[in-house]
């Protein structure tokens, strides 16, 4: 169960950093997803093993990483809007960007200990995607591969706004991020209120920092 939970993170992680780096190269790719995935795979892959920090889990290193290559590029206020569900719109604006800032530090905190496991063979391949010409929403899906084991399919979802895409949801292997997310939520949000579920990321995300 553990090395699953392992192989589950390091997927999220890598599927997560891919996409939405390669919404940075959109001007170039065309505008595809898939081609931007493609296009910036290599040079994403070559940055995390290079850095020892980010392998190590540096809390700070992964931070950086994320307000300088992710924070731009997804749709946090989105992902945690519907990973609250319908509790979001009972939310005060204050707490839900308490919510939104915790639960960015709850992903990295959770991803840290995953990124060890991308190993120098690691690759993404990407798998056909089936959506309308003129489609906003999308899936875009691949396969991480890595040296020993199956493919972990890797799926995210993908919105476009404006003239770029942004990441809202991730799926590794089935399991779909905010899906998991939600079921927890509701949970803590049924016994302890907005307030309280704002309060249990803090307190484990201290230790993090």
């Known amino acids: 169960m ?41 040079e994403v892959l ?10 190590s889990g540096d809390p700070r290193r992964l931070l950086q990483l994320v307000d300088e ?29 308490a919510l939104v800032k915790e ?3 709850t992903l ?12 120098q063979q690691t690759e993404v391949e990407l798998r056909p ?9 999308v899936v875009v899906r691949t396969n991480i591969k890595q040296p020993a084991g199956d493919p972990i399919p890797v799926d995210y979802r993908m919105e476009k706004e404006g003239g770029g895409w942004k ?14 997310y939600r079921n927890q939520f509701s949970q803590q949000i049924s016994q302890n209120g907005i307030d309280g579920l704002i309060k249990s990321l803090a307190e484990r995300n201290s230790q993090f920092k």
């Open 2 to 42: 553990q090395s699953f939970r392992r192989a589950w993170l390091a997927a999220l992680f890598v599927g997560l950093v891919l996409a939405v780096a390669a919404t940075q190269a959109r001007a170039q790719a065309g505008g595809a997803p898939e081609a931007l995935v493609q296009k910036v795979t290599g």
């Open 46 to 55: 070559s940055a995390i093993k290079a850095d020892a920090s980010v392998q």
């Open 69 to 97: 290559k992710i924070l731009p590029y997804v749709d946090f206020q989105k992902t945690t809007r519907l990973a609250a569900g319908r509790f979001w719109r009972q939310a005060t604006p204050e707490q839900q960007g």
């Open 103 to 105: 639960f960015r530090t």
């Open 108 to 119: 990295v905190r959770t991803y840290s200990g995953a990124v060890s496991a991308v190993k």
């Open 129 to 137: 995607s089936h959506y309308a010409a003129d489609a906003t929403d």
């Open 167 to 180: 990441i809202y949801d991730v799926n590794v292997m089935g399991v779909w991020l905010i899906e998991n």
